[in-house]
């Protein structure tokens, strides 16, 4: 008996999939959406989808594993040609912002879709987002490495408060119906990472204060 032959992984028909997917979750949701209408969008018969993805869940993933893995190369290679920390961290909440504004399907699919799929709630490892999360702690180590960057705070608590907030930026955007400019957001929330909420004259009479005591 002859071997069925396995769609190649990257294949042209595949990435139609997925891009068709982006929009159908986008339009209709998670489960409201068919694997008909996805396979319909793509140019491709029902039966060819399930070459490449075990199900709807499978192919949600697979939309968020490979296209954070595109971000991450994307993100890396821009930061690389930056040096200072404080722009290197700027371009970073820059691009994150710009790419789903460029791209609002799927800032839904990530940002809303995604959570109904039990399987990537409780399941998937994330291996994506931990990549990114740590894209995110090497730009802040640097500028801790340099001075410009508090170190009394964990690495840790910094790369997930930041994207925790983006996160949720993000998705209020995306529910909201998109009624602004997200790229608007860049230089006030880098702002708001940087220097917190305190006025900057009560901070230095604290730092003051404080060094007086001391």
């Known amino acids: 008996m002859a ?45 060819t989808i399930y070459l490449y993805f075990k199900n709807k869940d499978d192919l949600l993933i697979s939309i968020f594993e490979e296209k954070m893995k595109e971000i991450n190369v994307k993100f890396r290679d821009a930061l690389a ?61 640097e500028g801790q490495h340099q001075g410009v960057f508090r170190q009394d705070i964990p690495l840790g608590l910094v790369k997930r408060f930041v994207f925790g907030a983006l996160d949720e930026v993000v998705s209020t955007w995306v529910l909201a119906g998109r009624p602004y400019d997200l790229e608007s957001l860049t230089d006030p929330l880098v702002d708001l990472f940087l220097n ?13 204060v404080m060094a007086r005591s001391g």
């Open 81 to 141: 040609t930056e040096k200072d920390p404080v722009q290197r961290f700027r371009r970073l909440i820059a691009m994150h912002l710009a790419g789903f504004q460029a791209y609002p399907e799927l800032a839904a699919v990530l940002q809303v879709e995604l959570r109904q799929s039990s399987r990537f709630m409780r399941e998937y490892k994330k291996v994506e987002l931990k990549n990114y999360l740590d894209l995110m702690g090497d730009v802040v180590r």
């Open 3 to 47: 071997h069925e032959r396995i769609p190649h992984k990257n294949s042209d028909k595949r990435r139609r999939i997925l891009d068709a997917a982006v929009k159908v979750f986008a339009e209709k949701g998670f489960f409201q959406a068919r694997v008909s209408d996805i396979a319909r969008l793509a140019g491709v018969a029902d039966g």
């Open 196 to 208: 917190g909420l305190r006025e900057r004259a009560a901070a230095a009479a604290s730092k003051d």
